[in-house]
């Protein structure tokens, strides 16, 4: 061998073992979600999907407020989230100016109920009770909603989930009404007499009661997957869909939550 080709040869061998040594990594598909069900559930969807396609990485990041992961979307640091229904996706694209967010499909309901410490059921909530509800415009117009739906306020006609302290009509009780930001319902329920409490706030706090009322399936706040238009990784976003509406996801849901939570397709 002549040392013109053998320098070829060990060229080409050394070009052969960077390139192996150097590939590009795999650019992972990121998910911001809450922490609770959210975060479970798509941890169980993605580890589904690396298994058997190991190009679909999966990046998930958790957030513990509603604000952040629309942020995070639309600034391009995120490709997909999943944690808020569709109501409060378009207050937060409306009320703050996003450009580059578009809903993509349901996912899961997490029902709001109306819980309390000191009495039993709705109808025993007594004259005055301070009722402490989320301060974010779309969950407080669901709280609203529910306590119209339980006949324990009345609002404005066609208000919907539009819905605000000032579209009470009638309050027969004199209820007064607290605004909180969500995730501290939990923690604040010893001081008032009934809360209102998205699921999963109370399954993240470890709340150890019942709510004496809740929505039921026919809810509109089904909660909805968000994407960034401008992602590079629609397909991945695609295949990551498929997986999470399968039916082991499903099955998964609905033996881990019993209930509590609900499949929204």
Same mark, same amino acid.
Request: glycine share 6%.
């Given at each position: $061998?002549n040392?013109?080709r053998?320098?070829l040869?060990?060229?080409?061998g $050394? ?6 040594t150097?590939k590009?990594? /795999?650019?992972?598909?990121r /998910?911001?979600?809450t ?5 479970? /559930? ?6 589904? $999907? ?5 190009? =679909?990485?999966?990046?998930?990041r ?24 569709g109501?409060?996706?378009e ?5 703050? =100016? ?8 349901p996912?899961?309901?997490?029902? $709001?109920g ?15 009770a ?12 669901r709280a ?8 324990l /306020? ?5 208000? =919907?989930v ?7 009509t009638?309050?027969?009780?004199n209820?007064?009404? &607290?605004?909180?930001e969500?995730p501290q ?8 007499d009934a809360?209102?409490i ?8 470890r709340?150890? &009661? ?15 997957f ?6 590079p990784?629609?397909e ?7 997986y999470?509406y ?5 099955a998964f &849901?609905?033996?881990e939550?019993a209930?509590r ?5």
């Amino acid at each position: $061998m002549n040392l013109k080709r053998f320098a070829l040869i060990s060229l080409l061998g $050394m070009a052969a073992l960077w390139y192996h040594t150097h590939k590009a990594p /795999i650019e992972a598909l990121r /998910i911001g979600v809450t922490a609770g069900p959210h975060a479970h /559930i798509v941890a169980f969807v993605a580890q589904r $999907m690396q298994a058997e396609f190991p190009e =679909g990485k999966v990046l998930i990041r958790e957030f513990n407020d509603f604000i952040l992961p629309n942020i995070a979307l639309n600034d391009g640091s995120l490709d997909l989230n999943c944690y808020q229904h569709g109501p409060f996706l378009e207050e937060q694209i409306r009320s703050r =100016g996003y450009k580059h967010i578009a809903a993509k499909g349901p996912n899961i309901l997490l029902p $709001m109920g109306l819980y309390s410490q000191k009495f039993p059921h709705p109808e025993a909530l007594p004259q005055k009770a301070r009722i402490a509800l989320p301060n974010d415009p779309s969950n407080g117009g669901r709280a609203l909603l529910l306590l119209a739906a339980l006949h324990l /306020i009345e609002l404005k006609p066609n208000c =919907g989930v539009t819905a605000c302290l000032k579209d009470i009509t009638q309050n027969p009780k004199n209820f007064q009404f &607290i605004e909180v930001e969500a995730p501290q319902l939990p923690r604040i329920l010893p001081d008032v007499d009934a809360a209102l409490i998205n699921t999963d706030w109370v399954l993240l706090s470890r709340l150890p &009661i019942t709510p004496i009322a809740s929505e039921d399936t026919q809810s509109p706040y089904v909660n909805s997957f968000a994407v960034n238009t401008r992602s590079p990784h629609k397909e991945k976003i695609e295949l990551f869909l498929k997986y999470y509406y399968a039916p082991e996801t499903r099955a998964f &849901i609905e033996k881990e939550y019993a209930g509590r939570i609900v499949p929204g397709w």
